[in-house]
């Protein structure tokens, strides 16, 4: 092995106990080859976890709806009723080879639920306000019932989690879904106790992560907390609120904050002027009180070093896509032989679900594919 990348395969231990073998984790990707009817795995999908473990010291799953109402994506994970735990199970034990941990991704979709994936077709948020973009629609505001049940949702789903043998879950704050709607002023223009000022508007989250913990008590079981630091609307998230967020989510007692951005080293989305990385802003603000997942856009080991001199954990997206066999790769010192592309003949190769292949393929400039 390359002494450069010795600290990437060094374990890491979470304040809840659990151990991983090394630096890095395979970020939360939907695959869309759950049944889509009973949100069950499927054998397409556990072959696809079974390609990219062993190596990494965490999967973190794609997400998996708590709630009905909360389904987001065609052939999403179900984590929305008891009878779905042996299916969690099942998950859990394909991801648990070698000593990889798994975490499940929990989430509700709010008003980003494509209308037709619900069973009345009506998605539901914090307020009647429709995201900006061409057919969207506008969500029916949250009732109070609305927001315990879902509350209640992401707590079952835990117990769920944990009954099934997951080593923690990650709740999903980021990428537009339901918790960032509620922390968003641009989806949250509540009066109500669950709106108004930025620290109201932490309340829903706060809700969340208490009852999450409930189930856990002091098992050896992993919470983190996923967020994005902004958003492009106006009004929408920006990072003066994110680090209003921070300062509450670290007193929270979490195993680890995830920030969700394309690329690690990036600007503001906001603002193109403003050049300084999301990543190393939130590092600075939530300083040592709880380690922060780095992400986006990297792929060789030396992209992962570098990264690893600022945050100590990085989760690994589209790459652990195009290489499944990443940390097997610099473990036995053959980095060169690591793909950084996809080539479009490589789909029963790489074990990718045909949904999830035909995103990829039908979606230009997301990967970089070559023929
Ligand atoms: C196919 C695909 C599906 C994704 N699904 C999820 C998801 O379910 N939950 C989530 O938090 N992020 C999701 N993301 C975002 C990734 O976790 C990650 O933040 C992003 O791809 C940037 O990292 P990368 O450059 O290493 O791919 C998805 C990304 C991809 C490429």
New binding site residues.
């Given amino acids: 092995m390359n002494s450069n990348y010795e600290h990437i395969l060094e374990p890491f231990t979470f304040k809840s106990g659990v151990e991983l073998k090394n630096r890095v984790m395979l970020?939360?990707?939907?695959?869309y080859a759950s049944d889509d009817e009973t949100g069950e795995v499927t054998e397409e999908e556990l072959a696809y976890y079974s390609k990219r473990t062993g190596g990494v010291g965490a999967i973190?799953?794609?997400?998996a709806y708590v709630t009905r109402d909360g389904k987001g994506?065609k052939g999403?994970i179900g984590s929305h009723q008891d009878n779905l735990v042996p299916s969690l199970q099942k998950l859990a034990n394909t991801i648990q080879h070698r000593g990889t941990k798994a975490i499940l991704?929990i989430?509700h979709g709010g008003r980003m639920c494509p209308p037709e994936l619900l069973e009345d077709g009506i998605p539901i948020s914090a307020s009647a306000v429709a995201p900006e973009r061409e057919g969207s629609v506008t969500p029916r505001e949250m009732t109070e019932a609305d927001i315990e049940r879902v509350i209640e949702g992401f707590k079952e789903s835990a117990k769920r989690a944990l009954e099934a043998g997951f080593d923690g879950v990650?709740i999903?704050g980021?990428?537009t879904?339901l918790l960032q709607q509620f922390f968003s002023p641009h989806s949250n223009r509540r009066k109500d106790k669950w709106g108004g000022d930025v620290y109201n508007r932490m309340n829903f989250i706060k809700e969340v992560i208490k009852e999450v913990r409930s189930v856990v008590e002091n098992r050896p079981f992993v919470i983190g907390y996923?967020f994005s630091p902004e958003e492009i609307e106006s009004p929408g998230i920006t990072m003066e609120d994110t680090f209003k967020l921070i300062d509450f989510l670290k007193e929270q007692n979490l195993d680890y904050l995830?920030i969700?951005?394309?690329?690690?080293w990036g600007g503001s989305i906001r603002n193109k002027e403003d050049k300084a990385s999301r990543v190393l802003l939130a590092k600075e603000r939530i300083g040592d009180k709880v380690p922060l997942i780095g992400?986006?856009?990297?792929?060789t080991p030396a992209d992962v070093a570098k990264a690893l001199e600022e945050v100590p954990l990085v989760?690994?997206?589209?790459?652990?896509?195009m290489e499944p066999q990443w940390i097997q790769k610099v473990e036995k010192g053959e980095e060169q032989t690591i793909r950084t592309t996809l080539s479009k003949k490589s789909q029963k190769e790489l074990v990718i679900p045909d949904d999830?292949w035909n995103?990829?393929m039908n979606t230009p400039g997301?990967?970089p594919v070559e023929e």
Avoid at 27 to 31: C, D
Wanted: aromatic share 14%.
């Fill in positions: 970020a939360p990707m939907t695959n973190i799953t794609a997400c994506f999403e991704q989430f990650e999903h980021a990428n879904y996923r995830h969700s951005v394309q690329d690690f992400v986006g856009s990297l792929h989760a690994l997206g589209r790459e652990l896509i999830l995103t990829i997301w990967f």
